[in-house]
């Protein structure tokens, strides 16, 4: 039952994944091209629209394997794509999210650190024991408790990890609002990364990795995205890392993006005794070693996700 289950996830995947694919193709203004969105993909481009234009405060999707969730749609970027099409946007994730079907075990412990509106929670609780949620932002992480918190699995957590246990400030880009987080940061070093400003901060609750596993199961597997904050809740747990060895996916930005930010976290996780290592289309692992943003560039993206194992 299990083989099948991740055959149909996968095949699921394959095909929602290609067809946007096709569909980004025709992105842009133009007559023609909103007449063959219409046409081609009516499925995916009426959905759009009235999660675009209609501004509903929340919208019923499903994830690609038939998941029902509730998002809220003020916003612009991944939760709004994930709104409409039931997968996250991009290559980077794609290639995560395969390699998970194919890898999580069913005695896994499972934390998502910077879960934004928990498409990785979802996914693991299909196939983990456990599942421990991180989001510091209110109102994503209202969103993330009222799908899931029935579910007896699932630990959510309205806080960051970090190296201290506390106060932070996390920074929000302009034009966007607190629905969003996924170009949210507590790293003031990011404020010149990328492509947008920030113009506003709230303050967020923050916790060690070591101090929040004093009382609750370690992960066998952690997933972490959290903007440029990832040397930080390595830090934050370092006796764990020290002494236990899950495996971690982690999120690295291209030498445009952030390289020094990123490969910081990932010289800290290799002195740890870390490898790395690539996620091919096929969701399947190939050694890397050096600088991984150089990877990135050639990959042609703004950021990719890259598999750390010791050993």
């Avoid at 099948?4 to 025709?26: D, I, P």
């Avoid at 990328?194 to 101090?211: P, R």
Wanted: one cysteine or more; a positive charge; proline letters at 3%.
């Amino acid at each position: 039952m299990d083989t099948q289950k991740r055959k149909k996830f996968l095949y699921l995947l394959e095909k929602k994944y290609k067809k946007h694919e096709e569909f980004s193709k025709l992105a842009g203004p133009g007559i023609k091209k909103k007449f063959l969105r219409f046409f081609l993909f009516p499925d995916i481009y009426i959905t759009y629209l009235i999660i675009r234009f209609l501004k509903r405060k929340n919208i019923k999707s499903k994830l690609f394997w038939g998941q029902e969730i509730v998002i809220k749609t003020f916003f612009k970027g991944s939760p709004l794509f994930l709104a409409f099409s039931g997968i996250l946007p991009g290559k980077g994730e794609y290639k995560l999210t395969k390699f998970l079907i194919k890898n999580l075990k069913p005695n896994d412990i499972f934390y998502d650190i910077g879960a934004n509106y928990g498409f990785y929670t979802y996914l693991a609780l299909e196939f983990c024991k456990e599942v421990h949620s991180f989001e510091p932002l209110p109102d994503v992480f209202e969103s993330l408790k009222a799908n899931l918190e029935k579910k007896a699995n699932v630990f959510l957590n309205q806080v960051a990890l970090s190296d201290k246990i506390g106060l932070a400030k996390i920074y929000i880009p302009e034009s966007s609002s607190l629905d969003a987080s996924g170009s949210f940061t507590i790293v003031e070093e990011n404020l010149n990364q990328h492509y947008y400003k920030f113009s506003a901060s709230i303050e967020i609750k923050t916790i060690t990795l070591d101090e929040y596993l004093k009382k609750h199961n370690k992960p066998t597997f952690i997933k972490m995205d959290v903007e440029g904050a990832e040397s930080l809740v390595i830090k934050g747990g370092i006796n764990f890392f020290k002494n236990y060895s899950p495996l971690i996916s982690m999120e690295v930005w291209s030498s445009k993006e952030g390289e020094k930010i990123s490969m910081k976290a990932v010289e800290l996780l290799r002195s740890l005794g870390y490898n790395s290592f690539f996620i091919n289309e096929e969701g399947d692992l190939e050694f890397v070693d050096g600088d991984l943003s150089r990877i990135v560039d050639q990959e042609n993206l703004f950021d990719d996700n890259f598999i750390f194992k010791k050993g």
